[in-house]
């Protein structure tokens, strides 16, 4: 493999020119950069989550944080707006809320193509890749050859490449691929590498896809890796499925450091409990070889019977930062589905990162749950934005729409709802004015259910399965019912009873649908602490532009 694959466009790279009015150059911004012209659909490009300002994106990997930033890559295709030449993309935050996208990091060439991984900080040089006073970064990538790689077409193998500038250039390891299966296979992919305290060394999750199986490895240097178990299902219900981009994850059981359970996340194409793809996970222990599942669902069982990190249609690929400073995990997915992610009706780019989110595990129900909210930061960023008090309103069988102080695109929204006589209560986002377009989250008295509710959303013609209603379980707290809901351009995200459910969907409504109204049927329901926070604005600074 020639060195000249890791070539890199940050040696062309420069500064665009200003935007408008002086603000910085964003995807979301009114008035883009004179270099990078806006000849798309505008109106469904975010203004809060990660996107490329063109081309194709998909499974974010490679999360590291690094010399006071944190590192987003991600699957990218340089040449075009569809899946395929897989590299690797790459943005740069100091706090997970303003994005500056970067050159492409790893690019594909005529032997390879640049699948998912991870990358580490090497900070005792294990792997002697490292320079004097130098961190290493080492991803962990998976390579998938080409005709005349010397593999056959279609292989997949894990390699390795290495940064000593903090993650602006980066080398192949000599001797790549550093693991492969015998005999080789076309579905071994997504290393996700961690360093294991108590044994001292370090720690690979990678996946046979097809076969549903997570293979766990050990290595002191991170080149020479040694087999340690295999975690799958006795009776896996998802036969046609793949099993993908999976990583085991160590997290005090309500917040007691003294009991750390482990979850490992396995991101499952199709059979999602939404439909399509979806990011799944399992609660329980690690001796240092083997995982072991505190529970299994029982053979036969629907979507239903596993647990979710997320129940809506938009959250894949889901990983954790490596390195990441605070006492609990960031996690941040793909904000898309495989089943029409081809069909997104944006342009010049397609495909987006979720919020990042903070995960915490706590007893819900006599059982260890993964619970999920927007980052400190982004709730400091976005607590200093405008917002609009509605105070406590009271509804009776009827849909009330708020005051016109709190129209907008880009929003928080926070409530307390309680349901009290009403069958069916809840809000409507991106409302147009006839009311005839609006995303709806629905509380259900009776059935005890939130639903995310697309169906009249907007766009919805490129896919005969995007409009659809997502609907989990979820009893109210003390009669209650507490919801954070991120509305952007192009996507809402629903965090319920502090993160205990989330619910992610793509939207693509009319830029004038822009209210907000609430909502009771069959009976009265009070809507209190109701507060709309406009986060238009933020997204004229959050995110520089770079030249590719």
Not at 518 to 523: D, I, S, T
């Amino acid at each position: 493999m020639r060195s000249t694959f890791f070539r890199f466009s940050f040696r062309i790279a420069r500064l665009l020119l200003a935007c408008a009015a002086g603000a910085a150059c964003t995807q979301a911004a009114a008035a883009p950069c004179a270099t990078s012209p806006e000849n798309g659909t505008p109106q469904w490009r975010p203004a809060l989550h990660y996107t490329p300002q063109r081309n194709w994106m998909n499974d974010p990997n490679g999360l590291v944080y690094d010399n006071g930033r944190y590192h987003l890559f991600y699957q990218y295709n340089p040449l075009g707006n569809d899946w395929g030449n897989m590299s690797w993309g790459h943005a740069t935050s100091t706090d997970l809320v303003h994005w500056r996208e970067q050159p492409v990091a790893m690019r594909a060439n005529a032997t390879e193509e640049i699948f998912s991984g991870s990358i580490v900080a090497d900070t005792h040089n294990t792997s002697g890749l490292g320079s004097p006073g130098e961190t290493p970064l080492v991803a962990l990538y998976t390579s998938v050859y080409k005709e005349g790689s010397g593999h056959a077409p279609g292989t997949q193998a894990q390699s390795l490449a290495y940064s000593v500038d903090h993650g602006a250039t980066w080398q192949p390891y000599a001797h790549n691929p550093v693991l492969t299966l015998d005999p080789e296979s076309k579905q071994f992919r997504d290393p996700k590498v961690s360093w294991y305290a108590p044994g001292r060394y370090w720690l690979m999750t990678t996946v046979v896809a097809d076969a549903h199986v997570v293979k766990l490895y050990r290595s002191d240097d991170l080149i020479h890796w040694s087999f340690l178990s295999d975690f799958t299902l006795p009776d896996v219900p998802h036969a046609g499925a793949l099993w993908e981009m999976p990583d085991l994850v160590p997290l005090p059981l309500d917040g007691d450091p003294r009991h750390i359970k482990w979850v490992m996340i396995v991101n499952v194409n199709p059979w999602s409990i939404a439909g399509g793809s979806g990011a799944m996970y399992f609660v329980g222990d690690f001796d240092g070889r083997t995982f072991t599942p505190d529970r299994v669902a029982p053979a036969g069982s629907d979507p239903a019977r596993f647990r979710w990190v997320d129940h809506g249609a938009d959250f894949y690929a889901a990983g954790t930062f490596s390195g990441a400073p605070g006492t609990r995990p960031v996690a941040i997915a793909w904000m898309s589905n495989w089943d029409y992610a081809a069909k997104v009706p944006t342009t010049p780019w397609r495909g987006a990162t979720t919020l990042p989110r903070e995960l915490a595990l706590k007893t819900i129900d006599g059982e260890p749950r993964l619970v999920a909210a927007p980052t400190a930061a982004f709730a400091a960023w976005a607590d200093g934005r405008p917002a609009v008090h509605e105070g406590e309103l009271a509804v009776e069988s009827a849909t009330r729409e708020l005051s016109a102080a709190t129209r907008g695109v880009v929003q928080r929204i926070t409530v307390t709802i309680a349901p009290q006589r009403a069958t069916r209560a809840g809000l409507i986002v991106r409302r147009s004015a006839d009311g005839t377009t609006g995303t709806r989250i629905v509380y259900d008295t009776a059935k005890r259910t939130l639903t995310l509710d697309r169906s009249q959303s907007g766009e919805a013609n490129f896919a005969g399965t995007f409009s659809r209603e997502h609907i989990v379980d979820l009893p109210l707290e003390h009669g209650q019912l507490r919801l954070e809901i991120v509305v952007d351009r192009g996507s809402v995200e629903v965090f319920a009873n502090g993160g205990r459910v989330t619910l992610t969907d793509l939207v693509f409504p009319p830029l004038d649908a822009d209210r907000v109204a609430v909502f009771a049927e069959h009976g009265r329901a009070t809507f209190s602490g109701l507060t709309v926070t406009q986060l238009e604005a933020g997204g004229d600074t959050r995110r520089a532009c770079a030249a590719r």
